[in-house]
């Protein structure tokens, strides 16, 4: 594969063979930024831009890539082209992913008002077991860096010595995520506290159906155990969605 080299530092790259113009910036992360940028036929992407100093922010981005390989849906966006680059010896590497240009955030919009899901860059394993005080730090701090606090499972916020992360945090956040884009915010401040409590407060007077609120309650529980399962959602959404109900 062909590196991407930037021909004019942060207004024009090339990306194995083919040139982008940089139109703006359109967010940034903790060591990653993405812009908006258009080929010469006007056609505008959004480009994904990392620094990586270190091998696990390599790592990561190799993760994020293999994710969007092995999945075919037309709900996750796809993965134009990608490529690494270093501009000289020595100096950081950095990493380059390219993708359709929709509305920003890691669910987005196409112009049908079809939810695409973006930004694999913090996908794992669904189960971790944690066998030690240092492991179980290390994975509170990368969940502080790769889960948005408001969204984050009260598990994540102070990993014990001896657990087993699982599945179950996606859960939570799936709650937190229907919340939010039912009711404008997501039911917690992203402190510990709140989420550790589990207390969501439910507008009054809203428009939603019973179903809907007690499966948004099943994906919010502060036990891990006692949330639902994927394929329970799954099957409440299809009954919440059947014809005539």
Not at 43 to 64: N, P, T
Not at 104 to 124: K, Y
Request: glycine share 6%.
């Amino acid at each position: 594969m062909k590196c991407l080299k930037c021909i004019a530092p942060s207004k024009t790259y090339s990306l194995n063979g083919k040139r982008f113009t940089k139109v703006k910036t359109i967010g940034e992360g903790g060591y990653a930024f993405v812009i908006e940028v258009r080929d010469k036929t006007n056609q505008r992407y959004a480009l994904k831009v990392a620094r990586i100093q270190l091998s696990e922010q390599e790592e990561a981005i190799q993760r994020e890539i293999r994710a969007y390989k092995s999945i075919s849906s037309s709900y996750v966006m796809e993965l134009l082209d990608h490529a690494f680059y270093n501009s000289r010896p020595g100096e950081e590497k950095m990493a380059f992913l390219l993708f359709p240009l929709m509305r920003p955030g890691n669910m987005m919009l196409t112009d049908c008002n079809h939810i695409l899901l973006a930004d694999l860059g913090s996908v794992g394993p669904a189960r971790v077991k944690v066998t030690s005080r240092r492991q179980a730090v290390a994975v509170q701090e990368e969940a502080a860096v790769s889960c948005t606090s408001p969204y984050r499972a009260p598990e994540l916020f102070e990993v014990p010595s001896e657990c087993e992360i699982t599945e179950a945090i996606d859960m939570w956040s799936v709650g937190c995520t229907m919340f939010a884009i039912a009711f404008g915010e997501p039911p917690f401040d992203g402190s510990a506290t709140a989420a550790v409590s589990g207390k969501i407060r439910v507008p009054a007077n809203h428009i939603y159906s019973n179903k809907f609120i007690e499966m948004i309650q099943g994906c919010i529980q502060v036990n891990a155990t006692d949330r639902l399962l994927p394929r329970d959602l799954l099957h409440k959404i299809e009954n919440i969605f059947k014809p005539g109900t």
